[in-house]
């Protein structure tokens, strides 16, 4: 492995033009900077977003990192409850991407390309693509737990760890809701559709709850015969169902959410300055390296990515967090539902723009936005699990409402005749 990943990064440092690397302060990202440092025979420079909100900000373990691989790093903050235009920038965020969002991370990722171009960086590597083929997201750890436990007999036994042992990871409630899901009926009903139990079957079902009532009568009607996902399972059937479970789900992944929006948003938001972001993860040979190592070294217990983590513990310094991977979450409500943007965040959801676009339930929408706005800060995990449903539901239809005016309306700079206004987009 390590041989592979040394090859796989010398062999992404061909070109003309200085190289930078994006540094997190997890693995990833650490491991990529650490290579790149050794293997390429010029100064680097790394680039960090910093967060004025503790709760996501990593800036403490980068920048050991950094000082340890004695590299220049170049930070980038972010502060909650500014008079910058979020919305603005989501807008932006979108007329790339070109697809609904749950999240706001693409705002730092869209800003930190623009930044690294600033300074001339035209390539920047990435650590996109090992969590994919080293199991390194939460759901590869709760698939973990709920195949554990299917040898148990007795259910107390899973109900008691569930809702003791684990939430020291997870909120009480969402380990109620994976309970619920990984009773034995259950996982037949699931493994039934897929011929498998998707990793992430667990995630999808964190906003069912609230999206219920979501959807207008005349949307729903008009997807009820839709097959996409049945067929994509389908086409994959043959490929899955002789792998080991962890190696089914990683398969799924990297043929699906990999290329269809983890590498779709890296690259669509760093070209968007004329940045090339690199991604020595998925040099093919790395990735058959990975396909073929022992799934318990990827995902040991709890731990993820347990043998890149072993590989890099004497290239790079121990940090408090011991690399254990963290989502890289970014406010949504202190930037979008917050005093300075709410206003024009309303008009997008207002019944009437709703029902312009025809897509969700005006009544159910304003009736959940109305529940976050009197939200009190979350004092506990269960608290941020609750808080964090409303926020991607809304996310969700907020930017739908977006690309609908972007595009169905042809508000997009590519439908206007003005050769200036992709760059009036770019740096307004």
Not at 34 to 58: C, G, M, R, T, W
Request: net charge positive; with cysteine; hydrophobic share 35%.
């Amino acid at each position: 492995l390590n041989i592979g990943l040394e090859s796989a990064v010398s062999s992404h440092t061909t070109g003309d033009v200085p190289i930078g690397s994006y540094l997190s302060g997890g693995i990833d990202s650490a491991a990529i900077t650490a290579i790149l440092k050794q293997k390429y025979n010029k100064n680097i420079k790394s680039f960090s977003i910093s967060f004025e909100n503790k709760q996501h900000d990593e800036s403490e373990n980068y920048k050991r990192i950094a000082e340890y691989l004695k590299i220049d790093n170049a930070e980038l903050l972010f502060r909650d409850n500014s008079d910058k235009d979020y919305l603005g920038l989501l807008r932006k965020c979108l007329y790339h991407l070109e697809q609904p969002q749950r999240m706001t991370v693409d705002i730092p990722h869209f800003m930190l390309s623009q930044f690294a171009r600033t300074r001339n960086y035209k390539v920047i590597f990435s650590g996109d693509g090992a969590d994919e083929i080293f199991a390194g997201y939460n759901c590869f750890r709760e698939d973990s737990m709920r195949t554990n436990y299917n040898s148990w007999r007795k259910w107390y036994r899973r109900k008691n760890d569930y809702l003791k042992e684990y939430t020291n990871y997870y909120s009480t409630d969402f380990m109620q809701m994976l309970l619920a899901l990984h009773k034995n009926s259950e996982q037949q009903k699931v493994k039934k559709r897929f011929g498998f139990y998707p990793p992430w079957y667990g995630f999808w079902a964190i906003t069912k709850q609230l999206s219920t009532k979501l959807f207008s009568q005349d949307f729903l009607d008009s997807v009820q015969d839709e097959q996409q996902m049945n067929n994509l399972v389908e086409t994959m059937g043959d490929k899955i169902k002789n792998r080991d479970l962890l190696n089914q789900s990683l398969y799924f992944e990297t043929k699906t959410r990999l290329p269809g929006w983890i590498l779709c948003k890296s690259d669509r938001l760093s070209m968007a300055h004329g940045v090339e972001a690199r991604v020595p993860f998925m040099d093919h040979a790395l990735v058959e390296l990975a396909a073929r190592i022992p799934p318990q070294y990827k995902l040991n217990g709890m731990n993820e990515k347990y043998l890149l983590k072993k590989l890099m513990s004497n290239r790079l310094p121990a940090i408090e967090t011991k690399y254990k991977k963290r989502g890289f979450y970014t406010p949504i409500r202190e930037w979008l539902f917050c005093a300075s943007q709410i206003e024009r965040v309303k008009y997008y959801l207002s019944t009437k723009k709703l029902q312009e676009v025809g897509i969700f339930n005006s009544v159910e929408v304003n009736k959940l936005l109305n529940i976050l706005l009197r939200k009190s800060a979350a004092k506990n995990l269960n608290e941020y699990y609750q808080t964090m449903q409303l926020e991607w539901i809304l996310m969700l239809v907020l930017s739908t409402q977006l690309l609908h005016e972007l595009f169905i309306m042809r508000q997009g700079s590519c439908f206007s005749n003005n050769k200036l206004s992709e760059v009036s987009l770019l740096n307004d």
